[in-house]
């Protein structure tokens, strides 16, 4: 299976797809005003868009995605941008219509950062759709692993040294482990409340658990 297929069918999975059906749901309010909708996506890339792309090729939007690196990008649609998620100040108030950011929050490092984080996409557009995992779900998505977030660092660093774990090889050094175990920290609906105070921080769940945690503003 090729790299493009398989980040396809990851992508393509019931919970990104109904996510992305809630988003639209954004898109079509501001389509009901505007003939296009400008979409910023903070630490998005151009194969989770062309993964769903059967479920809003329909609608006139312009992408612009701003992630660590930027990226080719495949037609007129699409705009990619090499930026911090924290501080964007190319853009002006209120430059886009909406923000959308999946799984990036958790990944940007301190909670002031994840506060500098917010404030910009607070910034940039008057509507968000902000998702995030769970801190209380007990399977950890990125470790793939039950519980290993809520264990001391002590017995977390041990488990990264012992194997590989979920998307990251197993650390070799424990200058590795702390690198990997810093990568991504999970909120809670508490810390969303906190950085999105105006937003309703939506319940994603999964057999009665919350898995995870969505800030949307429309």
Same mark, same amino acid.
């Given at each position: 299976m090729s790299l493009a297929t398989t980040e396809t069918a990851v992508y393509q999975n019931k919970f990104r797809r109904r996510?992305?059906?809630?988003?639209? =749901?954004?898109?079509?309010?501001?389509? #009901?005003? #505007?003939?296009s909708c400008r979409v910023l996506d903070v630490g998005g890339g151009?194969?989770?868009?062309?993964?769903?792309?059967?479920?809003?090729?329909?609608?006139?939007?312009h992408? @612009?995605?701003?992630?660590? @690196?930027?990226?080719?990008?495949?037609?007129?649609?699409?705009?990619?941008?090499? =930026?911090? *998620?924290?501080s964007m100040p190319g853009f002006d108030?209120?430059?886009?219509?909406?923000?959308h950011s999946n799984s990036v929050l958790e990944h940007v490092g301190s909670f002031a950062n994840k506060r500098r984080m917010a404030d910009e996409i607070q910034r940039l557009a008057p509507r968000h759709?902000?998702?995030?995992?769970?801190?209380?779900?007990?399977?950890?998505?990125?470790?793939?692993?039950?519980?290993?977030h809520w264990l001391p660092e002590p017995l977390r660093v041990a488990a990264v040294m012992r194997r590989k774990l979920g998307f990251y090889p197993k650390a070799e050094t424990?200058?590795? *482990?702390?690198e990997i175990l810093s990568d991504a920290s999970l909120l809670d609906v508490r810390d969303m409340q906190s950085?999105?105070?105006?937003?309703?921080?939506?319940?994603? #769940?999964?057999?009665?658990? @919350? #898995?995870?945690?969505?800030a949307v503003r429309g």
């Amino acid at each position: 299976m090729s790299l493009a297929t398989t980040e396809t069918a990851v992508y393509q999975n019931k919970f990104r797809r109904r996510r992305l059906e809630r988003f639209l =749901g954004l898109v079509d309010e501001v389509l #009901k005003t #505007k003939r296009s909708c400008r979409v910023l996506d903070v630490g998005g890339g151009v194969s989770y868009w062309k993964g769903l792309e059967d479920l809003w090729s329909d609608r006139p939007l312009h992408i @612009t995605l701003v992630n660590l @690196t930027a990226e080719q990008v495949p037609d007129s649609r699409f705009l990619s941008l090499a =930026g911090d *998620a924290c501080s964007m100040p190319g853009f002006d108030n209120n430059a886009f219509d909406i923000v959308h950011s999946n799984s990036v929050l958790e990944h940007v490092g301190s909670f002031a950062n994840k506060r500098r984080m917010a404030d910009e996409i607070q910034r940039l557009a008057p509507r968000h759709f902000v998702q995030t995992p769970n801190f209380w779900f007990p399977i950890e998505p990125h470790f793939r692993t039950p519980a290993i977030h809520w264990l001391p660092e002590p017995l977390r660093v041990a488990a990264v040294m012992r194997r590989k774990l979920g998307f990251y090889p197993k650390a070799e050094t424990r200058d590795q *482990a702390y690198e990997i175990l810093s990568d991504a920290s999970l909120l809670d609906v508490r810390d969303m409340q906190s950085l999105f105070p105006n937003s309703a921080i939506e319940r994603e #769940k999964f057999y009665g658990f @919350t #898995k995870s945690l969505i800030a949307v503003r429309g």
